[in-house]
């Protein structure tokens, strides 16, 4: 028995990328509508390797009927139209940082804490945290169940893709033009971004922090637990897909490199390759398309106690995204909480 399903957003880097992970993973699916805005309507989309689907208006579409929506369309069309789908019957996946810190919708990372699906009833909307967060708190999983966090610093290097389809067109043609000095003006960006990195993403707060920034802390407490402490720097760096992260973690319990290590590796979602030779570390260029959160350079961090350090890069699009949502909808259907 399939689902009656529908993602908004469709046209989108992301609302792409669920379209292809859920064919990919063979999701139960009895119909799928693809949505989007007025402008987007009629246009074509892919749905596995046999359906063409034509986006419909997101605006004119009634959503009874329909068993479970996926959201990418932006914060504030999701604002509008994650409620309307909700208070029609529809269950609602949103990866947008609308209902983030909403204290009635739970923030969701199937491999983290998939025991807070069972608060969505209220709102019938479960929110999928920032691309950044999902792959730290997955890696911090295994060794705080061990340890316990107590405080991290990060600083991530964060793909352009993250920021949609223009700024990925502004990366490409700003670095064509370097070449023919011709570099077009920077217009998704404040800065030049082609054979550059810039410390800003999203904006900025009264004491210095991006919001960005802030996400991180608010989003990893609500996550894995109220009292870990997060200063987060979240730069924005010439890549079109891949997240890394460089990331401090100070423990309440000691934990040795080798405790570290046999975690990670039984860790869902998580693949060790941390080689201490030229090469032996995970990179944004070798991991786009991968589902797993890629785990390097682990090792002591001898300036606070019980310290560790590692390096993290996982693809923005799948896990950072597309393949969270498609798993929390799985988790879902494993815990009998999606009717069809």
Request: charged share 25%; hydrophobic share 45%.
């Amino acid at each position: 028995m399939g689902y009656r399903m529908a993602v908004v957003g469709a046209t989108g880097a992301v609302g792409r990328e669920i379209l292809k992970t859920l064919a990919e993973r063979a999701f139960p699916v009895d119909r799928m509508v693809a949505l989007g805005s007025g402008r987007s309507a009629g246009q074509q989309v892919s749905f596995g390797d046999d359906q063409v689907l034509t986006v419909q208006s997101l605006d004119s579409f009634d959503f009874k009927g329909t068993d479970l929506a996926l959201f990418s369309p932006g914060a504030a069309i999701s604002a509008v139209h994650a409620p309307r789908a909700a208070a029609a019957g529809c269950v609602v996946i949103d990866t947008t940082g609308q209902f983030r810190m909403d204290p009635d919708v739970p923030l969701v990372v199937p491999e983290v804490n998939p025991q807070a699906l069972s608060r969505f009833k209220k709102r019938r909307i479960i929110a999928n945290p920032n691309g950044s967060t999902i792959q730290m708190v997955v890696a911090l999983k295994p060794m705080h169940d061990l340890a316990r966090v107590k405080r991290v610093v990060v600083s991530t290097y964060q793909a352009v893709s993250d920021a949609g389809r223009e700024a990925m067109d502004e990366l490409w043609s700003q670095t064509r033009g370097v070449y023919v000095n011709e570099t077009p003006p920077s217009e998704q960006f404040t800065k030049q971004i082609a054979f550059n990195c810039i410390p800003h993403i999203d904006n900025f707060l009264g004491d210095g922090s991006t919001r960005e920034e802030k996400k991180m802390a608010e989003e990893t407490r609500k996550i894995l637990g109220p009292d870990i402490a997060v200063m987060a720097t979240c730069v924005r760096v010439p890549v079109f897909i891949g997240h890394a992260e460089a990331v401090h973690v100070e423990f309440e319990e000691p934990i040795t490199e080798q405790q570290a290590w046999e975690a990670l590796r039984e860790a869902p979602g998580i693949i060790v390759l941390d080689r201490r030779e030229d090469g032996g570390y995970a990179t944004p260029a070798e991991i786009a398309g991968e589902d797993s959160v890629y785990i390097s350079r682990l090792r002591r961090d001898l300036t606070v106690p019980n310290g560790l350090a590692f390096w993290c890069v996982c693809d923005n699009l799948r896990k950072g995204a597309a393949l969270n949502a498609v798993q929390i909808a799985e988790e879902l259907v494993a815990q009998g909480l999606l009717g069809a």
